[in-house]
């Protein structure tokens, strides 16, 4: 019989395998990513439990699941709703904050290890993003700064005046960098206001949409030179459009 467990899970993708199923990723509190098989409806979509939850991106679900006895995918038993988040399914920019979100969480943590801090970082995140009312434009930033922070590569040191954000050294300078890989002074000068930003704050940095791709881009660098798989998130292109 296949080892159980229950756990909370926040899904990341679904990739449609044969002719019904599907691979869906999930971030867990449990053990951090997993990759679970589930099997579709007749419309297509990943559906589980009896309540017949689909499992878009960012839905955070209750689920017992099971691993294979095999070491293959892990199943999922029973799936209930942790909460419900209207707001970004309903809202065409937090939704699109939402898919970017889970994008760049699908592309960079592929541990399947629990994180518990991570975690609960993560499911903060997508409550409040479903009820903000004021700085939903900026939030995709906030979120990137907050990220990097878990991934391990924070900036080494405090902002000061006039000051470059060196990607290669992961530090601001007040010397221009004697290579590409920097971030010029206004564009280091939002990032280290973000790094102050809190979601109550998220509308004081004052951003056109110019200096807010500027920033997103230039953040997508800095994980970039870490990470490189962040560069295949698709939804960024939208996020510079619509913000």
């Known amino acids: 019989m296949p080892e159980s467990y229950k756990t909370k899970g ?35 979509r990943p559906v589980v439990g ?20 095999r070491g293959e995918m892990h199943r999922i038993r029973e799936a209930t709703h942790h909460f419900l ?11 699109s904050i939402a ?32 009820v903000l009312d004021r700085g939903v434009a900026n939030f995709h930033i906030y979120f990137l700064v907050r990220l990097i922070r878990f991934l391990g590569f924070h900036p080494s040191n405090e902002y000061s005046g006039n000051a470059f954000f060196d990607i290669r050294k992961g530090e601001f300078t007040v010397m221009k960098p004697q290579h590409s890989f920097f971030l010029d002074q206004q564009t280091s000068f939002h990032f280290a206001a973000f790094i102050r930003t809190t979601p109550d704050t998220l509308e004081q940095p004052p951003l056109n949409r110019v200096e807010r791709v500027r920033l997103l881009n230039g953040l997508i660098d800095f994980i970039g030179f870490h990470h490189d798989a962040v560069y295949r998130v698709s939804s960024l292109k939208i996020l510079g459009e619509l913000f």
């Open 50 to 69: 009896k309540s017949r939850i689909v499992l878009q991106p960012l839905t955070v679900i209750d689920l017992i699941g099971c691993k294979s006895s």
């Open 99 to 130: 898919l970017f979100m889970a994008e760049v969480v699908y592309r960079v943590l592929r541990e399947e290890a629990p994180n518990p801090e991570f975690f609960r970082f993560f499911i903060d995140a997508i409550r409040t993003l479903n």
């Open 10 to 44: 926040i899904v990341l993708n679904a990739i449609k395998h044969g002719e019904t199923g599907h691979i869906v990723y999930m971030y867990t509190e449990l053990h951090g990513r997993i990759t679970y098989y589930v099997k579709g409806n007749r419309s297509g």
């Open 85 to 95: 988040a209207p707001d970004i399914i309903f809202d065409i920019k937090k939704s």
